[in-house]
């Protein structure tokens, strides 16, 4: 059996939360016979993550195997591959030129023939049904081959209920009970049977949906075509030196930096932790979105005294991934004060909660936790 105490994943932290369940399942994936398990000890750090495996590891073979994992969806290299990127995003780009030139081109047919909504809503259906198509198919071809599945629904989540259902359908008629990755991303990522201002409801843990620039779809393949040894080493091994550059997700608190406080954008240069991210995308897979009439709900967030909360238990036994799945779903942790009696029955130890707040009203991010 090979025990390793993950002494740069803070539990308090929902970045390091998060990427200690994406070491479990990625670990899962890579030793499917090894027992994957997952605890939480107080050390004098503060709550840290211990993974065990019925697998004889050391360090290095460690961070060998979650890398070979975690660059199995990285983007093909060179000028050729680059171009072929390019390519099929100027496609992409072309497309929705022309559905939205057709798009106005209808609104400005109905004003003047003087339409009401239903006759423009089914002339707008019928003009622009084939341009809808031509732009799904597009952003399918977008993504490169042997790419990260979950990367062939563009850049963010933001998307309307036709663009995402081919992307759900395959990925739940490829699922299998030991092979059902993207299916649990996906279902993390969304839920179509919400829609909100066009646009299928998606996940509060995805913080970049193209405000300010930044698309978290885009942004993981980046981090994915450069991680290495040395930057999971660095995030699982050390204490966070935040040596990485550009392409922090927005699940640490840390992340947010008013522009007034420094002297250059807080966007520029060494911000991050590469290793944690790409593990916290992982994290996904345990918080499926639901449907609550019209609107989204994320599993492990509530609204809680007029705030959108994300809470979240540590445990101190050693747990798989199917266990963890139900524990960080369980209600109790959604409590205004959970029930420390009931919750210490069931192994959890300490439960934290972070809020979920738009910085400067258009970014969204976490607050720093707090035990609760």
Not at 90 to 113: G, H, P, Q
Not at 205 to 229: E, F, P, W, Y
Not at 246 to 265: E, F, I, N
Request: charged residues 25%; glycine residues 8%; positive net charge.
């Amino acid at each position: 059996m090979s025990r390793f105490v993950l002494v740069g994943l803070p539990g308090e932290n929902p970045l390091g939360f998060m990427a200690a369940l994406g070491t479990l399942l990625t670990a899962e994936r890579v030793w499917p016979d090894g027992r994957a398990r997952l605890s939480w000890a107080l050390e004098p750090v503060g709550w840290r993550p211990a993974l065990e495996l019925d697998v004889a590891l050391d360090e290095g073979a460690l961070l060998a195997g979650l890398l070979a994992e975690l660059k199995k969806g990285a983007p093909a290299e060179g000028e050729e591959a680059a171009k072929a990127r390019r390519d099929a995003a100027a496609a992409v780009r072309d497309a929705k030129a022309a559905l939205n030139a057709e798009k106005k081109a209808v609104k400005a047919e109905a004003k003047a023939a003087k339409l009401k909504k239903p006759a423009l809503a089914a002339l707008m259906a019928s003009r622009t049904a084939s341009l809808v198509t031509a732009v799904e198919n597009a952003e399918g071809r977008a993504a490169a081959p042997g790419c990260d599945e979950t990367a062939a629904l563009g850049q963010n989540l933001r998307m309307t209920r036709g663009q995402a259902e081919p992307h759900f359908r395959r990925a739940a008629d490829g699922a299998a009970p030991k092979a059902r990755r993207t299916a649990d991303m996906l279902a993390g990522f969304a839920c179509e049977a919400a829609v909100e201002d066009g646009s299928i409801g998606i996940s509060k843990l995805s913080k970049q949906n193209g405000n300010s620039g930044k698309h978290m779809l885009a942004d993981v393949l980046s981090i994915r075509s450069r991680i290495t040894a040395d930057s999971l080493r660095r995030s699982l091994f050390a204490s966070w030196d935040y040596g990485d550059e550009k392409w922090s997700l927005g699940w640490d608190p840390a992340d947010v930096r008013p522009y007034a406080h420094q002297a250059s954008d807080p966007a520029e240069g060494a911000v991050t932790m590469h290793g944690a991210n790409l593990l916290a995308y992982e994290a996904f897979a345990m918080y499926p979105v639901g449907a609550r009439g019209r609107h989204a709900e994320t599993t492990g967030t509530s609204r809680i005294d007029g705030a959108w909360q994300m809470s979240w238990p540590l445990w101190t036994s050693p747990l798989p991934a199917v266990v963890v799945r139900s524990l960080v779903a369980h209600p109790a942790l959604q409590a205004a004060s959970p029930d420390s009696g009931l919750l210490a029955h069931i192994g959890v130890a300490a439960v934290f909660r972070a809020e979920h707040f738009a910085f400067m009203k258009k970014s969204p991010r976490f607050r720093p936790a707090r035990p609760v």
